[in-house]
Each structure stands twice: as C-alpha cells, then as structure tokens.
C-alpha cells in the first residue's frame, strides 16, 4: 500500500508539472512569440484577425496582439459597430454608450485598439469595428501621435518582414466616465502599444492627455517599463533598435 501511495504522489507530480508546462503559454499566429497572459476572469477570443483579453470590469479588452501585414491592407471600408458576438452584454459596452463623448469632458472618440486601417483588405474587416475592440480614445490622441504610429507601422511592414503588436489600456489614475453610459465602466488613462518581430521589440506609452502634435517616437519606454504599469504578464520580449529605425525612431 505504501509502494502504491508514493507511486501515485510521483504520477500527481508529474501530471502538475506538464499542465503547468502546457498551459504556460498561450500561443496564436496573431502574437507568434507568446500572448500576454490573459487574467483568470477575462474572456480570451481569437477572432480571425486579431486575439484579445476582455476584462468584464473595465468594459474593455485588457490587451489585443494583431499582425501587420500588407495582404490585409486596402480601401476604406465603413465603421459600422457592433457588439461582440462572443461576449455576453454585461461584458463590454454598446454602441448608445458612446453617444455623446466626443463632445463631453472626456473629448473622446471610439479608438480601435486593432486598427480599421491595418484589416479594411481583409474579409473579417467588420471585426475591429466589435466594441471589444474599441475604447474612449481623445480625439487628440487618436488623431494624433497614436494614428501617426499606426501610419508608421504599415508603412514599414511588408509582405516577408511583418510586424507584430500588442496594444491595451493603462489605468494609473482616474478618469471621467461615458455620458450616457448606463453601466459601470472604467475609462483608460493612457495606453501602451508594444511592436516586435523576431529581432525583438520597442515599446510607446501616450497618455489621454497627449497633444495632436505630440512626436510618438518621444513616446518611447522600455517594455520592461509597461509590465509595470499592468495587471498581467507580457511576453518576454527583447530591445530591438531594428525594430526601432524601421518605425523612424533613430
């Protein structure tokens, strides 16, 4: 009996070292180098053209890792929003709770976290149009030096060198909620927007408060820097200055 005891602590053992082994990392074509972790009461979904961490809290995807590659590029396409088809309505805002912002204290416009721009050539376009994907964003942010980077990122992804990012929410100070929001909701104070390929990775943070002129490159941080400022693990990604000049930030 006792021969039989130590063999089956030996097989418990084992069986948690390989779980924990195997689930360790989550794994997608949309952040090929591992995922962020995505936090035990959040939704995970891998849509077809981006992966995200909806965080049921805030209202808002914790982070969204996408692929920026010029097979998705192509025409403007519209914005037509829609809530996810996989969260429940309790999960992330709707369309009506965003009325009424961009011309409220907030100033704010709905931000796509996975850019239309990156995916209007690809057929699962209407995806980041999902108000999972999208947050209050100031319009002089969203206009300005974080669409300005977003234009740096396609401008120098190619077909055999695309880029990788990973973009979210920061929440280190507090925030005027939605007007006409009618529920509880947690509205970010800046963001953070991670770009790497398989040299490695250079990191941006812009707060809400950002001007429209403001030069992204002086938006710089290291990765190291944005673990701090989450509530999750990143992957553990490498300075690349590579990556770095491709995006202009010599």
């Known amino acids: 009996m006792k021969k039989l005891i130590n063999a089956l602590k030996k097989i418990a053992i084992v069986v948690t070292l390989f779980s924990t082994s195997a689930f360790s990392d989550i794994l997608s074509v949309h952040c090929p180098l591992a995922c962020p972790e995505s936090p035990p009461k959040n939704d995970l979904i891998f849509a077809h053209i981006y992966a995200l961490s909806n965080n049921p809290i805030t209202k808002f995807a914790d982070w969204v890792a996408y692929e920026v590659n010029p097979i998705n590029f192509g025409p403007s396409t519209g914005r037509i929003w829609k809530t996810d088809p996989l969260l429940s309505d309790n999960e992330t805002l709707e369309a009506n709770d965003y009325k009424g912002a961009n011309s409220s204290v907030l100033e704010a416009d709905r931000g796509h976290q996975a850019p239309l ?134």
């Not at 947050?135 to 077909?159: C, H």
């Open 117 to 250: 721009a990156s995916f209007a050539g690809s057929q699962y376009w209407y995806e980041v149009n999902y108000l999972s994907n999208i947050t209050p964003q100031d319009k002089d942010l969203n206009q300005g030096a974080w669409k300005n980077l977003e234009d740096a990122i396609r401008d120098s992804s190619s077909y055999k060198k695309p880029l990788y990012v990973i973009t979210g929410p920061l929440f280190t100070k507090k925030m005027p909620d939605l007007p006409k929001a009618d529920e509880s909701h947690v509205i970010p104070s800046g963001y953070f927007k991670i770009v790497y390929d398989q040299s490695g990775a250079t990191a941006f943070v812009m707060q809400q408060n950002s001007n429209r002129k403001d030069n992204y490159c002086l938006k710089k941080l290291p990765v190291s820097s944005i673990q701090a400022l989450v509530n999750f693990q990143l992957p553990n990604l490498q300075p690349s200055k590579e990556v770095s000049n491709r995006l202009g930030c010599n």
